[in-house]
C-alpha cells in the first residue's frame, strides 16, 4: 500500500504544473463560457439568466449550420491533402539529396509568418497574380478565384497545404529519422523496391506521428480562423464562412456573445466527437501493426 | 534507375517545389524594396528602384530592439516551461498505466480542439481579476495552450524508449525526478528541439493574445507592432514587408540551427549505443 | 477518479488564492502610492484610428507638457481585428480605459451601462449642429464627434477631360449613366481598363456606405428612426439597385474580390479606372503615392439617390469619443479637459487641422481649415445643405457588412437575385430587432 501511494505521488507531482495549467488557461473560462451560453450577456452587460432561449434559436440558424458543414467538408479535403504533401516532403528531405537541409528550411518557412498576415499575401496572390497569370495567358479559370466560393474553398486548401505541410512534415521528420539506421540497410541489402521499403518498414514505425499529425490537421482544420478571416472573410455571401469565424462574428459583429457561447460548446462536442474517435482507432492500428 | 540517376531525379523534384514554396516570400522580399505606387504598379517583377528606406521607417516605427526584445522574452520563456513541463506530465502519463492517465491524456487531447475565441473573454477576465495581465500571465497562458500538443509529441516519442533504461536507474538508487532528467530528457532532445520549434513559431507570431494581454507601453510584441501598419482601411504594405522581412530572418536562422542540432544529437545518440 | 478531482480542486483553489492575495497587494499597494502623489491623474485613451495614431500621441504628449500632473496612455488597436472585441475585453479584464470609441446608438446601446453624459464638456456645446444626435438619449450626449467625412463618386480629372465631360454637369443619376457610358465606350482611348471600381470584398463600402445613401430617405435622415425601426420598407430599393448595377455592370471583374487597396491604390491611383465610390479619407493614401494627382487631379461627384436628391454627398461622423462613467471623478474630468483642449483650443486646432487633417466637427474653425480637394468638398457640401446624413450606424449590429454586403457579393456575381436581397434584408432586419 505504502508503495503504491509513492507511486502515485511522483505521478501527481510531474503532472501538476501542466494540469493546473490546463484548468485555469482552458477549462475554467470554458465553464464560465458554458454558463454564459444560459444568460443574456453581451460581453459587457451583467449577465442574466434566461434558461435555453438561446439554444432554441440555434437551430433556426442556416448560416451556422452551413458553417459546419463548410468546415467538415474543409478539414476532410485538407486532413488528407496536408499529410500527403507533409509526408512526401518529409520522405524526400530524409533522403540523402543534394540541399536537404536548405530544402527543409525552405519548406517550413510559411510557418514562419503568422496566420494573418499569410491570409493577406495569399490574397495578393490570388487577386492580382493570378489575375495576371489570367491576363497573360487568357486562361478564364485562373482569375476571380476569391469571388466564387468553389474556387474560394480550394484557395484556402492550397493556402493550408503551403504552410500547414511542412508543419506536419517536421513531426513525420522527428519520426523517420528515430528509425535505426541498420534496419533501413538491411531491407536495401535484401533489395527491397522503395514502396515495399515505406509499407512496410517506415510505415508502421512512425504510426504515433499519423495518429499526431491527422490529430493536429483535423483539429487546426475545424479550429481554422486567421487565415480565414484574412482570405475571404467568408465572402462571397458568407459561403466560405468558416465555424470559428461565425463564432467570432457572432460574438463580435453582432454582439450576442451567450449566443455564440453556444455555438462554441456545439462545435467543440462535435469536434471532440470526431477527434477522439479518431485518435482512439488510430491508437488500436498502432498496437495492430 | 540506379542510384544516383534516381538521386539527382529526387534533387530535381527537391528544387522545384523549392520554388514553388519560395514564392510567397520572393513577393514579400521584392516588395519591401518598392514604394508604394510601385506595389501596385509592378507586383511581381523586380523593383523599378530600390528603396532602402522602408527598412529604415519600418525598423524605426516598430521601435525595433525593444520590440525585438520582448518577443524574445516573452517566447524564450514560454518555451522553456512549455518543454519543461510538458515533458514531465507525459512521461508521467506514458509510464504509468491507469485509468487516470487514459483520462488525462483525453483531457489534454481535448483542450486542443477548443477554439481560442470562445474562451478569449472569460480568459482575459479572470487573469484581470486577479491582476495577472502581464508578461508572467502570458507565459503561463502559452504553457495552458501549448502543453497539448508537446504533451503529445512527447508521449509519442515516449514510447520508443525503452522502460528498463529509467527503472534501472531507479534500482541504482535514483529518485524519478533525477532519473527522468538525467536519463530520459536527453534521449528526447530530438523531440524537445520539434516542440520548441513548433512552439517558438507559434508564439514569435501569435498576435491576438499578447493584444489582449500586454498593455503597457514599451511591451509589445512584433506582431503587436507589424499590425499598427495596417490599418482600418488602408495597408501599408511597403513598410509591413519590410517589417516582415527583419521579423522573418532570425527565426530562419534559428530554425536552421535547430535543424543541425537535431542531426546531430541523433548520431551522438547513435555513437552512444 | 474522485480523487483526481480531489486534487485538481485543491490547487485550483490554491493558485486562486496565491494569485488572489498578491493581486490585492498590488491594489493596496497602487492605492497608496496615489494618495502620496494626490493630484496625479492617468488618463487610458483606448481608440481605434490606426491612420492617426502617431499624431495622435504626440498631440497626447504635447498637452502633458503643459499639464504635468496628467498622464495619458494612448492604445491604439492594429488592423486586422475588431476593435469592438479588442475593447470587450479591455472592459472584461478589469482594466477599464477612461476613453474610448462609440460609433453611433447600436454602439450607445451596448456600451450604456459605461458611458459618461459629456454635456458638461465645452465640446459638446461647440459641436456643429445635429451632429450630437446619434449618441443623444433622453436629452444628454454621451459622446463627442472625431471630425466629419463625406463620401461620393470620386473622379479622375484628366480621364474626364479627355473624354471631354464636364463633371460639374452631373447632377442626376441619368446624367452620370451618360457619362459612364460615354467612358465606356472610349475605353481604349482613355487608357483604361473599366470606369468603376466596385470593391463588394469590403462590405463596408457597399453594405455600409451605399446602402446608406438609400436607406438615409427612408428613415428622413434620422439616424435614430433606423436605429428605432423594428422594419424597414427597403423603400428605394430600385434606385440602389439602379446604382449598383451600375457600379458593377462598368467595373473591374470580379467585383466579389475586389478590395480597398486594389480599388483606390492599384486602380484609381494609377489611372486604370475613372471612377469609385470613396470619400475624403483616400486623399492621405493617394497622396502617399501621387501628391500631385491628389491634390490637382481629381475631385468627387455627388452621389445620386434616383428619385430622391441626386445632387447630394453623404456626410456623417465616422466614429465619437466616449467617456467611461465608472472612472473617479478626477480621471473623467482630466479626460473630458484633455478632448476639449484638442478640439477647441488654438494649440490642438492646429493639431486638428494641420496634422490629423480632419474635417472639424466643431464650431470655431477658420473657413479654410481643410486643404485637400475632397475635404473640402465635403465641407462645401455639408454648408450648402447638399448632405444626405448618414444612418448606418444605427443598423442592426452587424447586419449592414454581415447580413446585407454579404448578400451584395453574391449578387454582384449573379449568384443571388434582386428579390430575394431584398427579402432577406427585410427579414434578417426584423429578426435582429425582435
Same mark, same amino acid.
Given at each position: 500500500?505504502?508503495?503504491?501511494?509513492?507511486?502515485?505521488?511522483?505521478?501527481?507531482?510531474?503532472?501538476?504544473?501542466?494540469?493546473?495549467?490546463?484548468?485555469?488557461?482552458?477549462?475554467?473560462?470554458?465553464?464560465?463560457?458554458?454558463?454564459?451560453?444560459?444568460?443574456?450577456?453581451?460581453?459587457?452587460?451583467?449577465?442574466?439568466?434566461?434558461?435555453?432561449?438561446?439554444?432554441?434559436? *440555434?437551430?433556426?440558424?442556416?448560416?451556422?449550420?452551413?458553417?459546419?458543414?463548410?468546415?467538415?467538408?474543409?478539414?476532410?479535403?485538407?486532413?488528407?491533402?496536408?499529410?500527403?504533401?507533409?509526408?512526401?516532403?518529409?520522405?524526400?528531405?530524409?533522403?540523402?539529396?543534394?540541399?536537404?537541409?536548405?530544402?527543409?528550411?525552405?519548406?517550413?518557412?510559411?510557418?514562419?509568418?503568422?496566420?494573418?498576415?499569410?491570409?493577406?499575401?495569399?490574397?495578393?496572390?490570388?487577386?492580382?497574380?493570378?489575375?495576371?497569370?489570367?491576363?497573360?495567358?487568357?486562361?478564364?479559370?485562373?482569375?476571380?478565384?476569391?469571388?466564387?466560393?468553389?474556387?474560394?474553398?480550394?484557395?484556402?486548401?492550397?493556402?493550408?497545404?503551403?504552410?500547414?505541410?511542412?508543419?506536419?512534415?517536421?513531426?513525420?521528420?522527428?519520426?523517420?529519422?528515430?528509425?535505426?539506421?541498420?534496419?533501413?540497410?538491411?531491407?536495401?541489402?535484401?533489395?527491397?523496391?522503395?514502396?515495399?521499403?515505406?509499407? @512496410?518498414?517506415?510505415?508502421?514505425?512512425?504510426?504515433?506521428?499519423?495518429?499526431?499529425?491527422?490529430? !493536429?490537421?483535423?483539429?487546426?482544420?475545424?479550429?481554422?480562423?486567421?487565415?480565414?478571416?484574412?482570405?475571404?472573410?467568408?465572402?462571397?455571401?458568407?459561403?466560405?464562412?468558416?465555424?470559428?469565424?461565425?463564432?467570432? $462574428?457572432?460574438?463580435?459583429?453582432?454582439?450576442?456573445?451567450?449566443?455564440?457561447?453556444?455555438?462554441?460548446?456545439?462545435?467543440?462536442?462535435?469536434?471532440?466527437?470526431?477527434?477522439?474517435?479518431?485518435?482512439?482507432?488510430?491508437?488500436?492500428?498502432?498496437?495492430?501493426? | 534507375?540506379?542510384?544516383?540517376?534516381?538521386?539527382?531525379?529526387?534533387?530535381?523534384?527537391?528544387?522545384?517545389?523549392?520554388?514553388?514554396?519560395?514564392?510567397?516570400?520572393?513577393?514579400?522580399?521584392?516588395?519591401?524594396?518598392?514604394?508604394?505606387?510601385?506595389?501596385?504598379?509592378?507586383?511581381?517583377?523586380?523593383?523599378?528602384?530600390?528603396?532602402?528606406?522602408?527598412?529604415?521607417?519600418?525598423?524605426?516605427?516598430?521601435? !525595433?530592439?525593444?520590440?525585438?526584445?520582448?518577443?524574445?522574452?516573452?517566447?524564450?520563456?514560454?518555451?522553456?516551461?512549455?518543454?519543461?513541463?510538458?515533458?514531465?506530465?507525459?512521461?508521467?502519463?506514458?509510464?504509468?498505466?491507469?485509468?487516470?492517465?487514459?483520462?488525462?491524456?483525453?483531457?489534454?487531447? &481535448?483542450?486542443?480542439?477548443?477554439?481560442? $475565441?470562445?474562451?478569449?473573454?472569460?480568459?482575459?477576465?479572470?487573469?484581470?481579476?486577479?491582476?495577472?495581465?502581464?508578461?508572467?500571465?502570458?507565459?503561463?497562458?502559452?504553457?495552458?495552450?501549448?502543453?497539448?500538443?508537446?504533451?503529445?509529441?512527447?508521449?509519442?516519442?515516449?514510447?520508443?524508449?525503452?522502460?528498463?533504461?529509467?527503472?534501472?536507474?531507479? !534500482?541504482?538508487?535514483?529518485?524519478?525526478?533525477?532519473?527522468?532528467?538525467?536519463?530520459?530528457?536527453?534521449?528526447?532532445?530530438?523531440?524537445?528541439?520539434?516542440?520548441?520549434?513548433?512552439?517558438?513559431?507559434?508564439?514569435?507570431?501569435?498576435?491576438?493574445?499578447?493584444?489582449?494581454?500586454?498593455?503597457?507601453?514599451?511591451?509589445?510584441?512584433?506582431?503587436?507592432?507589424?499590425?499598427?501598419?495596417?490599418?482600418?482601411?488602408?495597408? $501599408?504594405?511597403? *513598410?509591413?514587408?519590410?517589417?516582415?522581412?527583419?521579423?522573418?530572418?532570425?527565426?530562419?536562422?534559428?530554425?536552421?540551427?535547430?535543424?543541425?542540432?537535431?542531426?546531430?544529437?541523433?548520431?551522438?545518440?547513435?555513437?552512444?549505443? | 477518479?474522485?480523487?483526481?478531482?480531489?486534487?485538481?480542486?485543491?490547487?485550483?483553489?490554491?493558485?486562486?488564492?496565491?494569485?488572489?492575495?498578491?493581486?490585492?497587494?498590488?491594489?493596496?499597494?497602487?492605492?497608496?502610492?496615489?494618495?502620496?502623489?494626490?493630484?496625479?491623474?492617468?488618463?487610458? /485613451?483606448? $481608440?481605434?484610428?490606426?491612420?492617426?495614431?502617431?499624431?495622435?500621441?504626440?498631440?497626447?504628449?504635447?498637452?502633458?507638457?503643459? @499639464?504635468?500632473?496628467?498622464?495619458?496612455? /494612448?492604445?491604439?488597436?492594429?488592423?486586422?481585428?475588431?476593435?469592438?472585441?479588442?475593447?470587450?475585453?479591455?472592459?472584461?479584464?478589469?482594466?477599464?480605459?477612461?476613453?474610448?470609441?462609440?460609433?453611433?446608438?447600436?454602439?450607445?446601446?451596448?456600451?450604456?451601462?459605461?458611458?459618461?453624459?459629456?454635456? #458638461?464638456?465645452?465640446?459638446?456645446?461647440?459641436a456643429l449642429p445635429g451632429l450630437l444626435t446619434?449618441? &443623444?438619449?433622453?436629452?444628454?450626449?454621451?459622446?463627442?464627434p472625431y471630425n466629419i467625412e463625406g463620401y461620393g463618386?470620386?473622379?479622375?480629372?484628366?480621364?474626364?477631360?479627355?473624354?471631354?465631360?464636364?463633371?460639374?454637369? !452631373?447632377?442626376?443619376?441619368?446624367? *452620370?449613366?451618360?457619362?459612364?457610358?460615354?467612358?465606356?465606350?472610349?475605353?481604349?482611348?482613355?487608357?483604361?481598363?473599366?470606369?468603376?471600381?466596385?470593391?463588394?470584398?469590403?462590405?463596408?463600402?457597399?453594405?455600409?456606405?451605399?446602402?446608406?445613401a438609400?436607406?438615409s430617405?427612408?428613415?428622413?435622415g434620422?439616424?435614430?428612426?433606423?436605429?428605432?425601426?423594428?422594419?424597414?420598407?427597403?423603400?428605394?430599393?430600385?434606385?440602389?439597385?439602379?446604382?449598383?448595377?451600375?457600379?458593377?455592370?462598368?467595373? /473591374?471583374?470580379?467585383?466579389?474580390?475586389?478590395?480597398?487597396?486594389?480599388?483606390?491604390?492599384?486602380?484609381?491611383?494609377?489611372?486604370?479606372?475613372?471612377?469609385?465610390?470613396?470619400g475624403n479619407w483616400?486623399?492621405?493614401? *493617394?497622396?502617399?503615392?501621387?501628391?500631385?494627382?491628389?491634390?490637382?487631379?481629381?475631385?468627387m461627384?455627388p452621389y445620386?439617390?434616383?428619385?430622391?436628391k441626386?445632387d447630394c454627398y453623404p456626410v456623417g461622423v465616422p466614429?465619437?469619443?466616449?467617456?467611461?462613467?465608472?472612472?473617479?471623478?478626477?480621471?473623467?474630468?482630466?479626460?473630458?479637459?484633455?478632448? #476639449?483642449?484638442?478640439?477647441?483650443?488654438?494649440?490642438?486646432?492646429?493639431?486638428?487641422?494641420?496634422?490629423?487633417?480632419f474635417i472639424p466637427a466643431y464650431n470655431?474653425y477658420?473657413s479654410d481649415a481643410v486643404?485637400d480637394p475632397l475635404g473640402k468638398q465635403v465641407l462645401a457640401a455639408a454648408s450648402q445643405g447638399k448632405a444626405i446624413n448618414w444612418?448606418?450606424?444605427?443598423?442592426?449590429?452587424?447586419?449592414?457588412?454581415?447580413?446585407?454586403?454579404?448578400?451584395?457579393?453574391?449578387?454582384?456575381?449573379?449568384?443571388?437575385?434582386?428579390?430575394?436581397?431584398?427579402?432577406?434584408?427585410?427579414?434578417?432586419?426584423?429578426?435582429?430587432?425582435?
Open positions: 500500500m505504502k508503495k503504491r501511494k509513492n507511486k502515485n505521488a511522483w505521478y501527481w507531482m510531474f503532472l501538476a504544473v501542466c494540469l493546473v495549467s490546463l484548468v485555469i488557461v482552458v477549462f475554467i473560462p470554458l465553464a464560465i463560457g458554458i454558463w454564459y451560453s444560459f444568460t443574456d450577456w453581451t460581453g459587457i452587460n451583467n449577465p442574466t439568466f434566461i434558461g435555453m432561449k438561446n439554444y432554441a434559436r *440555434l437551430k433556426d440558424d442556416k448560416l451556422f449550420w452551413h458553417s459546419l458543414l463548410f468546415s467538415a467538408k474543409f478539414s476532410a479535403v485538407s486532413v488528407i491533402a496536408v499529410n500527403t504533401v507533409g509526408l512526401t516532403l518529409a520522405m524526400l528531405v530524409t533522403r540523402n539529396i543534394k540541399g536537404k537541409n536548405a530544402l527543409r528550411t525552405i519548406f517550413f518557412m510559411p510557418n514562419l509568418i503568422g496566420g494573418l498576415i499569410l491570409g493577406f499575401i495569399w490574397q495578393f496572390i490570388f487577386v492580382d497574380i493570378f489575375d495576371s497569370i489570367s491576363r497573360f495567358t487568357g486562361i478564364k479559370a485562373f482569375s476571380g478565384w476569391l469571388a466564387d466560393p468553389n474556387t474560394g474553398f480550394w484557395g484556402m486548401v492550397i493556402l493550408a497545404v503551403w504552410q500547414m505541410g511542412a508543419y506536419v512534415m517536421v513531426i513525420y521528420i522527428a519520426f523517420i529519422e528515430s528509425i535505426p539506421e541498420e534496419l533501413l540497410e538491411a531491407a536495401e541489402i535484401d533489395g527491397v523496391t522503395p514502396f515495399q521499403r515505406f509499407r @512496410h518498414i517506415i510505415f508502421p514505425l512512425i504510426a504515433p506521428a499519423f495518429t499526431i499529425n491527422l490529430f !493536429i490537421t483535423l483539429s487546426n482544420g475545424f479550429k481554422l480562423f486567421d487565415q480565414n478571416l484574412a482570405l475571404t472573410n467568408g465572402g462571397p455571401g458568407n459561403m466560405t464562412q468558416m465555424v470559428a469565424l461565425n463564432i467570432y $462574428q457572432t460574438a463580435f459583429g453582432e454582439s450576442m456573445m451567450a449566443y455564440a457561447q453556444i455555438k462554441a460548446v456545439i462545435f467543440l462536442v462535435i469536434v471532440a466527437t470526431f477527434s477522439l474517435t479518431q485518435v482512439y482507432i488510430n491508437k488500436k492500428r498502432e498496437v495492430e501493426l | 534507375m540506379t542510384r544516383k540517376t534516381g538521386q539527382a531525379f529526387l534533387a530535381a523534384i527537391g528544387l522545384i517545389l523549392g520554388i514553388i514554396w519560395m514564392f510567397p516570400f520572393y513577393i514579400v522580399l521584392i516588395n519591401s524594396f518598392k514604394t508604394q505606387r510601385d506595389i501596385f504598379i509592378n507586383t511581381m517583377g523586380l523593383p523599378s528602384k530600390w528603396v532602402i528606406d522602408n527598412y529604415i521607417t519600418a525598423a524605426e516605427k516598430l521601435n !525595433i530592439a525593444t520590440t525585438f526584445f520582448n518577443s524574445l522574452i516573452i517566447t524564450v520563456a514560454s518555451v522553456a516551461v512549455i518543454c519543461t513541463f510538458s515533458s514531465m506530465a507525459a512521461y508521467a502519463l506514458e509510464r504509468v498505466k491507469s485509468k487516470s492517465s487514459t483520462v488525462l491524456f483525453l483531457v489534454f487531447a &481535448t483542450a486542443m480542439l477548443i477554439p481560442f $475565441q470562445t474562451v478569449m473573454l472569460p480568459l482575459v477576465a479572470e487573469f484581470g481579476r486577479v491582476h495577472m495581465l502581464n508578461r508572467i500571465g502570458l507565459v503561463f497562458m502559452y504553457l495552458g495552450f501549448g502543453s497539448p500538443l508537446a504533451i503529445f509529441l512527447y508521449h509519442g516519442a515516449l514510447k520508443s524508449i525503452p522502460r528498463s533504461l529509467d527503472e534501472a536507474a531507479i !534500482i541504482d538508487g535514483c529518485s524519478r525526478f533525477q532519473a527522468f532528467w538525467m536519463i530520459i530528457f536527453p534521449s528526447l532532445k530530438p523531440t524537445t528541439v520539434t516542440v520548441a520549434i513548433l512552439n517558438i513559431i507559434w508564439i514569435w507570431n501569435d498576435y491576438l493574445l499578447p493584444s489582449l494581454v500586454i498593455n503597457k507601453k514599451g511591451m509589445e510584441t512584433l506582431p503587436i507592432m507589424i499590425f499598427y501598419f495596417f490599418g482600418q482601411y488602408t495597408k $501599408q504594405w511597403h *513598410l509591413a514587408m519590410a517589417g516582415l522581412t527583419m521579423v522573418i530572418i532570425p527565426v530562419i536562422i534559428f530554425y536552421f540551427l535547430a535543424q543541425k542540432e537535431i542531426i546531430k544529437g541523433i548520431t551522438a545518440g547513435a555513437v552512444k549505443q | 477518479m474522485k480523487r483526481l478531482m480531489c486534487l485538481i480542486f485543491t490547487l485550483v483553489l490554491a493558485v486562486y488564492l496565491l494569485s488572489g492575495c498578491s493581486g490585492g497587494g498590488k491594489t493596496a499597494n497602487t492605492e497608496s502610492k496615489n494618495a502620496a502623489q494626490a493630484e496625479k491623474v492617468t488618463v487610458d /485613451v483606448f $481608440q481605434f484610428k490606426v491612420e492617426f495614431k502617431d499624431a495622435f500621441e504626440s498631440a497626447a504628449k504635447k498637452y502633458t507638457e503643459s @499639464h504635468p500632473n496628467v498622464t495619458i496612455n /494612448v492604445t491604439t488597436v492594429g488592423g486586422g481585428t475588431d476593435y469592438g472585441a479588442a475593447l470587450k475585453a479591455k472592459f472584461n479584464s478589469g482594466e477599464e480605459p477612461a476613453v474610448f470609441n462609440v460609433g453611433g446608438p447600436q454602439d450607445v446601446a451596448i456600451w450604456k451601462d459605461k458611458l459618461a453624459d459629456v454635456s #458638461d464638456t465645452k465640446a459638446a456645446g461647440q446619434g449618441v &443623444t438619449i433622453d436629452g444628454k450626449p454621451y459622446g463627442l463618386l470620386i473622379y479622375n480629372k484628366d480621364i474626364f477631360t479627355k473624354a471631354g465631360i464636364k463633371a460639374e454637369d !452631373i447632377n442626376t443619376f441619368e446624367k *452620370l449613366e451618360e457619362a459612364v457610358k460615354t467612358l465606356d465606350a472610349n475605353k481604349s482611348k482613355l487608357g483604361i481598363d473599366a470606369v468603376f471600381a466596385l470593391p463588394a470584398k469590403e462590405t463596408w463600402v457597399t453594405g455600409l456606405h451605399m446602402s446608406n438609400f436607406f430617405p427612408e428613415f428622413d434620422d439616424i435614430m428612426k433606423a436605429f428605432n425601426a423594428k422594419t424597414i420598407d427597403f423603400k428605394y430599393q430600385d434606385a440602389m439597385k439602379k446604382m449598383l448595377d451600375l457600379q458593377n455592370k462598368y467595373s /473591374v471583374q470580379p467585383t466579389a474580390s475586389l478590395d480597398y487597396a486594389a480599388q483606390v491604390q492599384k486602380l484609381f491611383g494609377t489611372g486604370r479606372v475613372a471612377i469609385i465610390q470613396q483616400v486623399f492621405p493614401d *493617394l497622396s502617399k503615392m501621387d501628391a500631385d494627382f491628389a491634390q490637382n487631379k481629381i475631385g461627384l445620386p439617390v434616383y428619385g430622391y441626386e466614429m465619437y469619443w466616449a467617456f467611461n462613467k465608472n472612472k473617479d471623478p478626477n480621471t473623467l474630468k482630466a479626460a473630458k479637459d484633455f478632448i #476639449d483642449w484638442l478640439y477647441l483650443s488654438d494649440e490642438g486646432k492646429k493639431i486638428v487641422m494641420e496634422q490629423f487633417k470655431g477658420p486643404s444612418v448606418f450606424m444605427g443598423y442592426p449590429d452587424g447586419w449592414g457588412m454581415n447580413k446585407l454586403g454579404q448578400d451584395i457579393q453574391l449578387y454582384v456575381s449573379g449568384q443571388l437575385e434582386w428579390d430575394k436581397l431584398v427579402d432577406n434584408a427585410k427579414k434578417t432586419w426584423a429578426e435582429a430587432r425582435k
